[in-house]
């Protein structure tokens, strides 16, 4: 089955305390993306990947991390975590053909950071 | 800069009455145009997509969409709406390979 899956799906934590979020996808996607949705504000894109090796800011990068070291992984890491980083997390893959293609979304994953 | 708004943010309709839902997007060449709609506890499935073409498009699950440059809208519409599209509903705009989204729409069905 094509998916998209991201663990966890809920991580209490406290401020400062590195984690990561990973995602990863089945369907030998070039492009990756993570969001986070927050209510009133819709999903902002935190930072999108074209391919392996290859990746850049989004909307809302500010004190996130991400690396592309294989094609079908993605994960998101917060080295110091602060609690207006709680949000509701969604990663998300499509083919890239030179266009903007729809993506797949994950589950999402819920942090709340205390 | 880039964005994209929808100007409800709740819309109440009955069963088996027709559904618009509104999105304006600010950008200045022709966008490419999504819609997306999320179930609770759920991530983003695609209902339809617009790249270039025939203005107004179909999608899953009986919705269509129509493009109108002129007023830089991209409405979602449905004839007629069914309980299970309780939802919350959300159009979003491609420019170069970044993504931008609406606030969203959360629908709610009542019998």
């Known amino acids: 089955e094509a998916q998209v899956t991201q663990n966890p799906r809920y991580l209490i934590t406290v401020t400062g305390k590195k984690l990561t979020v990973t995602c990863s996808q089945n369907m030998n996607h070039e492009y990756m993306s993570w969001y986070r949705q927050d209510p009133g504000l819709g999903l902002r894109q935190i930072y999108y990947s074209m391919n392996v090796e290859v990746t850049d800011k989004g909307d809302v990068p500010e004190g996130y991390k991400v690396s592309r070291k294989e094609k079908r992984n993605f994960p998101l890491i917060l080295e110091s975590p602060s609690p207006n980083q709680t949000s509701l997390y969604f990663c998300?893959?499509?083919?890239?053909?030179?266009?903007?293609?729809?993506?797949?979304f994950g589950d999402g994953t819920r942090l709340s950071i205390l | 800069a880039q964005s994209v708004t929808q100007p409800d943010i709740h819309i109440t309709v009955s069963e088996g009455a027709s559904l618009e839902l509104r999105c304006n997007y600010s950008y200045g060449a022709t966008p490419y145009l999504f819609w997306y709609v999320q179930s609770p506890g759920q991530g983003l499935q695609l209902l339809l997509k617009?790249?270039?073409?025939?203005?107004l498009v179909q999608g899953i699950k009986g919705f269509e969409a129509e493009f109108k440059r002129s007023q830089s809208s991209f409405n979602l519409r449905k004839p007629s709406v069914h309980w299970s599209d309780a939802a919350e509903y959300f159009c979003?705009?491609?420019?170069?390979?970044?993504?931008?989204f609406g606030t969203g729409t959360s629908l709610t069905v009542i019998p």
């Open positions: 998300a893959s499509s083919l890239s053909a030179g266009v903007p293609l729809p993506q797949h």
């Open positions: 617009y790249f270039s073409g025939d203005t």
């Open positions: 979003a705009v491609a420019f170069g390979n970044q993504f931008y």
